[in-house]
């Protein structure tokens, strides 16, 4: 089977593809530095190396002695908040670690790429649902940070073509393992139902709610959440694709619907049976109003299709596995 390397695989999302990619016999090796992901994350038999994107040498000679067929690239930093304080770290550990990944993949020929990107390279799009093909104008380092990656990997493509690619945009992650062996355990998540379950299980006093005057149908923002399972397996469609030699390409992640937040408190407060305190307050710059994916062309090009597209589902795997922790 085909051996993959997997970075930020002892993260939330990288943890769960490679937990997907086990279960189909691939060979996994994962490269993470644990500064946000666990150890304990990475499951036999998949391995763990620790080591930064930053040490090119002890990269370059793990591709030297493992000869990967794929990378799977997750590492990264993710708080839109510290990007906009210290964007510095999040051009070096999401723009610059990824470029020099890239150049380790094509100098040890290595023919698939898969980059996590995000929904916030469209910024505040004025339609929705999102294609591919909308305006992609990121409002923060992070989404920056991501879009100039995007733009090495389709550069590299250009000048390299068999360095192929799929550049996956996610929407909001959420949920955990079906089978409760892993969940998203990143310190400081800002993730709403993360946090919503952490309130209900009375690690915190109370979930606030940015913006109830929004043109929307209860006033509170609208966002597209997707199972990190269903997730998993788009990796997994996307590594079959580039494999079986079919053209590099973008694609959204997200099921095209969406939920306001005030319809995701009232989820976790079912799944929890816990009715938690809530305090209405002021917009945050830079939330749009609504964030819904128009998911495709993943479904076409990839016949991805999801199987876990159930709000109940998603807050009550992700309520159990906090409940875990
Ligand atoms: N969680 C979301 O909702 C979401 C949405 C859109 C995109 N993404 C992207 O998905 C990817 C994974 O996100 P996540 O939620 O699993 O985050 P996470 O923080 O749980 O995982 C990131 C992993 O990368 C590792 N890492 C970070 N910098 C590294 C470095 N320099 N060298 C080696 N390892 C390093 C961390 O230790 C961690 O295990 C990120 O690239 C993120 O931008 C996430």
Known sequence: MPKILVTGGAGYIGSHTTLALCSRGYEVVVYDNLSTGRAEAVLPPARLEVGDLAETHKLSALMAREQFDGILHFAGSI?????????????????????????????????????????????????????????????????????????????????HPDFSYVILRYFNVAGADPGGRIGQSTPKATHLIKVASQTALGRRDHLKIFGTDYPTKDGTCIRDYIHVTDLANAHVLALNHLQAGRPSGIFNCGYGQGYTVREIVNAVKKVSKVDFATQDVDRRPGDPATLIADPAKLMQTMQWQPEHDDIEEIALSAYLWESKL
């Open 79 to 159: 708080v839109v908040p510290e990007s906009m304080t210290n964007p510095v770290k999040y051009y070096t550990n999401n723009t610059n670690n990824t470029t020099n990944l890239i150049g380790l993949a094509v100098k040890h020929k290595i023919p698939s790429f898969i980059f996590s990107s995000t929904a916030a390279v469209y910024g505040m799009p004025e339609i929705v649902p999102v294609t591919e093909t909308s305006p992609l104008d990121p409002i923060n380092p992070y989404g920056r940070s991501k879009l100039m990656s995007e733009w090495v990997i389709q550069d590299t493509h250009a000048a």
